[in-house]
């Protein structure tokens, strides 16, 4: 295919604190080793001084701009879907979206997140015991990532999260989706996560504009592994603290990365090199 029959891809990323974000420059790298003319712009709710009330502007706006495409992140993931013509079967399943084609004057919702967490398990933690996990978060995210959790396998998983009524409705959507009983909400961290064999945050604790942890490190323990979705910085206060005692941990690095590989084809319509983006990735974080 010469460069002038190559599709050109203009996409953005809508969300709350993204200056740091490492996905424009996977795309636009990507772009460039394929020969497809390709913008990424980020749309940072905090530097416009925006919330997540501007999104029926902010999507007629790139419409109106001729968007390929836009990634959707924290706290968006949920909120777009009312705004939305269509989803996949899997954005409808998870309840929350990260990537919206627009095309043809349709706006299409797809989650790529879901199987970018699965994707990370398989290569980052093979093998490890998944018969009760602890996840904290029941946001956008946390339901994309609880859908591959029960996906590959976990027998039992107990959700913590500050508001229980998303808490409840994430549970339920599980439950419908993989049987009675295979999630169900946290009741007492404590003792729940000294039971587990795994721990997994989906919450945005522990970003660098968010420092700390999502729970008590006294509470980890060595027969735990540990996976993290935050990806900047990528050893994040609860990595640390787990790596210390010895855990198996997976950085949020994989998902960001193999999320964006599915994204990259759903705006181009060409296959990305996911080793590639994965080593571009690595290469801007050290």
């Known amino acids: 295919m010469t460069k002038n029959s190559q599709p050109s891809v203009l996409a953005g990323l809508i969300g709350a604190g993204i200056q740091a974000s490492r996905t424009p420059a996977l795309h636009e790298h990507e772009g460039d080793a394929l020969g497809i003319r390709y913008l990424y712009r980020l749309i940072d709710l905090d530097a416009l001084k925006l919330d997540i009330h501007a999104l029926p502007e902010l999507l007629k706006g790139a419409e109106q701009m001729s968007f390929t495409g836009l990634n959707i992140t924290y706290p968006c993931k949920q909120a777009i879907i009312p705004l939305l013509d269509e989803l996949s079967d899997e954005a409808r399943g998870i309840g929350a979206v990260n990537t919206v084609v627009l095309k043809d004057g349709k706006r299409v919702g797809h989650n790529t997140d879901c199987l970018g967490f699965a994707e990370g398990l398989r290569r980052g933690l093979p093998g490890v015991a998944l018969r009760r996990v602890v996840q904290m978060g029941a946001g956008g995210a946390g339901a994309a990532v609880a859908h591959a959790l029960l996906s590959e396998g976990v027998d039992q998983l107990s959700i913590f999260e500050v508001d229980p009524s998303r808490a409840q409705a994430l549970v339920d959507n599980l439950n419908t989706h993989f049987g009675d009983g295979r999630a169900v909400v946290g009741s007492d961290l404590a003792n729940q996560v000294a039971a587990a064999d795994g721990l997994v945050n989906t919450t945005p604790v522990g970003m660098a504009k968010l420092p700390g942890m ?50 990259f084809e759903l705006f181009s319509g060409v296959t990305a090199d996911a080793e590639r983006m994965q080593a571009h990735f690595h290469s801007m974080n050290g």
Do not use: N, S
Not at 214 to 238: D, K, N, S
């Open 214 to 263: 999502p729970l008590p490190a006294q509470y980890l323990h060595t027969g735990l592994w540990v996976a993290e979705i935050v990806y900047f910085p990528l050893e994040t206060e609860l990595l640390k603290e787990a790596r210390a005692l010895g855990c198996r941990t997976l950085d949020g690095g994989t998902m960001a990365v193999f999320q964006a590989v599915k994204a």
